[in-house]
């Protein structure tokens, strides 16, 4: 063990979880700690995303720290440009730059009994008593099977590298995937294109959310009044939480989801574009899309959706199951993420590596921890989605039950904690009890879904999850 009243922790990430354990690390009093981030700047997904038309579907005034609100919002669903500055600000103002260790990849983290040795890719090595994965849940891009796909002749890019070289006024652009990525690409190309052609291979519900400017004497108001900023991000998150429960088994909330969905659908005139869109599973069973302009996008005359089935990629364009071929200038592929990856490797107690764990059905212990991984924290992990509830808010409650573990360790109260094995089975065959009452069982493909195709997201109440999360049990944990 490393300084005793400050245990080190070794932090990976420094997207919005990562920064945040930070800070409250800061806050905390402890400043024997270290964040590895990969690429030369913070903010993770909101780094990374940079495609047209980028926003965050949570309610803006909701959709920050809680206690570092921000007036200066100018959406009322923030842009992805300014979620990023948000993050840089507050790697800024609580002068985080000190304690992160920019364009350090780190290659794999080992539990040597009782402590954590990091190795990065450039060889050097650190360790720590603490070790907290903050590395984003969807960071890895799903490239599509799709055969073909290199032989593509223009310029092909996933939407999370979106390649801002390429010039897409008057061009034929294809778009492969309809969730929330793609709902929000569409409307942001479709008047500056030739043509889109987007291809959906599964329906999805939409639910039309008004989006708005923020007024200049709104964002004052906000500046004038702290108050009203605290009391709008509470509110914000109260909604988000009712929209929850919906998500979560509420039988009347979700047909009001649903009805909400349906009714968006009747803005498409044409039938045929009606039926084409119209999913044949429970509206939530999918992440639910939000978006105001999807509907209005996909009828301009200048947008195509195609539902033939791609049989192969060729360098002209998209060669349908029908034999046409829908000849393209760029693709774009909206078609999500490879869900919880990580590109290093965690070698816990015994040898034993997470990945295995992890495979199929993952084991986690109250969505932070991981039985055979002592002192190892995971923040925004599976089984941690509630719904279309905001990630930070879910990260904060993880955060501060991890500085509570940090604190017990610093306090000399144990020096390891290792989640039981047959606590987090007991916990986990609760959630998959219960996932069965919510929508996620509704039969559809997502990327909620683990290796066996079962839900890895958190099945109970938002309340519920603040609950558990309030304090260590230290009898769940073998300690030393
Ligand atoms: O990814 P997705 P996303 N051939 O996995 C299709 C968050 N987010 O990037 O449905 C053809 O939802 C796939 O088809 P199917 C949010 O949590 C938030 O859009 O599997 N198609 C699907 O249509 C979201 O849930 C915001 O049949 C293929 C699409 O690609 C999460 O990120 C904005 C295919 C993938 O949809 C991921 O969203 C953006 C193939 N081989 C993202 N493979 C906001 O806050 C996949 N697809 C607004």
Redesign the pocket.
């Known amino acids: 063990m490393t300084a005793a009243a400050q245990p080190r922790v070794l932090i990976i990430g420094a997207g919005m979880s990562g920064l945040l354990m930070g800070i409250r690390l800061l806050q905390s009093g402890n400043t024997n700690f270290r964040i590895f981030e990969k690429a030369p700047k913070a903010g993770g997904t909101w780094r990374e ?1 940079t495609y047209p038309n ?5 309610f803006a005034v909701a959709y920050t720290y809680s206690f570092e609100p921000n007036p200066d919002w100018n959406y009322r ?1 923030a842009r992805g440009d300014e979620i990023q500055k948000y993050f840089e600000r507050c790697e800024r103002k609580y002068g985080l730059a000190p304690f992160i260790s920019y364009s350090t990849a780190v290659t794999e983290a080992r539990w040597e009994k009782d402590h954590w040795e990091i190795l990065t890719a450039s060889g050097e090595r650190d360790r720590g008593d603490v070790l907290v994965s903050a590395a984003g849940a ?1 960071h890895h891009p ?1 490239y ?3 055969p073909g796909l290199r032989e593509f002749a223009g310029p092909c890019f996933h ?2 590298r979106w390649d801002h070289t390429v010039d897409l006024r008057g061009k034929r652009v294809g778009v ?9 690409v569409v409307p942001g190309i479709v008047d500056k294109v030739a043509e889109v052609h987007l ?4 329906p ?1 519900w939409v639910m039309p959310t008004p989006d708005r400017k923020v007024s200049q004497a709104e964002r004052a108001r906000r500046h004038r009044f702290p108050w009203l900023l605290r009391l709008q991000h509470r509110l914000g998150l109260f909604l988000m939480e009712i929209f929850s429960r919906g998500v979560l088994g509420n039988r009347l909330l979700l047909r009001y989801l649903e009805a909400g969905c349906r009714a968006n659908l009747r803005a498409i005139r044409d039938p045929e574009l009606r039926r084409k869109l119209t999913p044949d599973y429970p509206a939530a069973c ?2 639910l ?3 105001e302009d999807f509907a209005a996008a996909i009828q301009r005359d200048n947008a195509h959706l195609v539902t033939e089935r ?1 049989e192969r990629i060729e360098p002209g364009g998209v060669r349908t199951g029908d034999g046409h071929l829908h000849e393209l200038d760029v693709l774009v592929l ?4 490879a869900p919880y990856k990580l590109d290093f490797e965690v070698i816990g107690a015994g040898g034993r590596r997470l990945a295995e764990r992890m495979a199929g059905s993952p084991l986690m212990y109250r969505t932070v921890g991981v039985p055979g991984f002592p002192n190892y924290f995971v923040l925004f992990g599976p089984y941690s ?1 509630i719904g ?1 509830m905001s990630i930070i808010e879910n990260s904060e409650v993880q955060a501060n039950y991890v500085l509570q573990c940090i604190e017990l360790i610093g306090r000399g109260v144990l020096r390891s904690m290792n989640p039981r094995e047959d606590v987090a089975l007991a916990l986990k065959e609760d959630m998959r009890r219960q996932i069965r009452n919510t929508v996620w069982a509704g039969g ?4 909620y879904l683990d290796g066996n195709g079962e839900a890895v997201v958190y099945p109970f109440q938002y309340a519920h999850f603040r609950r558990e999360l309030r304090a260590p049990l230290l009898a769940d944990f073998e300690t030393t």
């Open positions: 995303n980028l926003a965050c579907d949570v669903f969807l799903n599509p099977d799709i939407t999370a492969i995937g309809t969730g929330s990525t793609a709902s929000q291809f959906q291979r599964t999805q999918k992440r899309v939000i978006s791609i909206a078609t999500g993420f989605p279309n559809c493909n997502s990327w």
